[in-house]
């Protein structure tokens, strides 16, 4: 009798382990290395890019480029302004988003965001100025819009979790 308690026991605690929610180990990512933007190309980027111009005009403009086909790939903050290169053979499929952030903390949180919403990091550059700006992508466009930022000399960002 003992021993078929002592195994009842054993067996329904088995059950109530199995049957437990797995516990989420901490899936916080964090950037090791911003995207490495080459100085060798840097003349060529010069070129691509549209005049320096308030937050405000260059969201007018990204509207009105998509309209027309052409994708904001790249762009870059000073302490006022805005600029950034378009492409005209990139066609996204899913959504994206871009932002500028002043503090790392503030860069870190809006990274687990956009991971956790399931777009994916095209590239996060640490500015002159000090703060990020970053590209995301869905994960069915990251290839074919790294291939583009690969061309401008932009690599891709090293995260760790």
Known sequence: MKTTAHLAWIVSSLVLV????????????????????????????????TPWMPYDALRAQVDEKRA??????????????????????????????????TTEQAMEEKLNSEIKGGLQPAFVVRNTYGGFTMLFVSPGDLDSVRAQLKELGIGEPRLKK
């Open 18 to 49: 199995a049957l437990m929610p797995a516990q989420a180990k901490d899936e916080t990512v964090r950037l090791s290395y911003p995207s490495k933007v080459e100085s060798s190309k840097g003349k060529e980027r010069e070129k691509l890019f």
């Open 68 to 101: 027309k086909g052409e994708q904001i790939i790249f762009f870059e903050y000073n302490a006022s302004q805005t600029r950034a290169i378009f492409a005209s053979k990139l066609k996204l499929s899913g959504p994206y988003s871009r932002w500028y952030m």
